[in-house]
């Protein structure tokens, strides 16, 4: 079964990243609020040193990432494309094959150009965790 | 925050409002009805009258603007509350759909359903049965023959002032209430969703389509190799 190409994963991966973006400020705009409530006067986002922010954020990632393919295969942005990450037998990943692919995914973005060189079109988060990205059933027939 | 802020506030506290203006009216009205019948009418009321009056429209006053500001504070909270519970609602679903619990809900549901459709045979044909003996027994009893040969549909007719009774019925005024009533806002609601899910299939056949050829010209032109599966177009 041949996977989804650049261009769906790329899409996907953007409304991905509008929807962290999203829930970073969410979570930003709550804490101020706290602070606000427990400390007074000036309203002011929570400022975290560089590295701090970072790594909460990669956790944030993969957590998401995890989270997504475990209970429903997908993550929103690919529900929104279309996609779905599928093993061998047709199913969504468990939650250690997706936490695998969740890390090479953060770990090495790169990998996903080589969906251009392989020939069943799968990414080297794919090849790893032995899943693929492979389009749902009504979008299957456009891409053939 | 006017009628465009009522029209975004949910249903639930839309209705708590109503039920509530309801409750004040009546209540305003049987008052009003009361201290008729207590001072003779065409005289103002002593100034207790008029400043308990006036005190009492100034805490209607206070109540309502308090009011519409719990109301406000309750739809801006509720709105992210909404949308937690659709998404908690979609993957408890989908967890569920995958546990195989949904399929033992659904045989209970169906249970239920099949209970609850016997259940409102029941009522029904009670209902049916009590309506009918009733109607017999008052057609039984009543003499419509004798009671018709006394009425002069023709008086009665002449006497009805129907310009009147338009303007009692005050057209122009039960017109805009339609309108008010009408849920503008449901209706864009409704359709913007159908134009959004017709982008979203736009969105994916597109960009599936630019996978393929995105695939066919690396194969045929980076790599000079046979197209992939993938990318192989139809026969």
Redesign the interface.
Known sequence: M???????RC?AALVDVGVLAAANALIGIVLGGIRYTLQGPPYALPSLPGWAFGVSNWVLVVLYLTASWT??GRTPGQL???LRVVTETGR?PGAVRALVRALVCVAFPVGVLWT??S???RAVHDLVAGTTLG?DP???G??? | MGADGAQRRPAAVRVAGRAGRLLAGGAGLTVRGLTGLVAPPGQAGGPIVVVGTRLGEAALGLTALAGRRVLDVAAGVAMPVEAAASVMMRSGGSVARRTGVARRVDRLARIGRDEQRRNERMAADLLRSAWRRSVAQALADADVEAALAGVDLDAIVARVDVDAVVERVGVPELVERVLDDVDLGRIVRESSAGMAAETVDAVRWRSAGADRALNGFIDRVVLRRSPRDGSRSPP
């Not at chain 1, 041949?2 to 769906?8: C, E, I, K, Q």
Request: proline share 4%.
């Open positions: 041949s996977g989804a190409g650049l261009v769906s899409a209970l429903t929104v494309l279309g969504p251009l060189v020939r069943d079109t389009y009504a979008v299957r456009a891409a053939r």
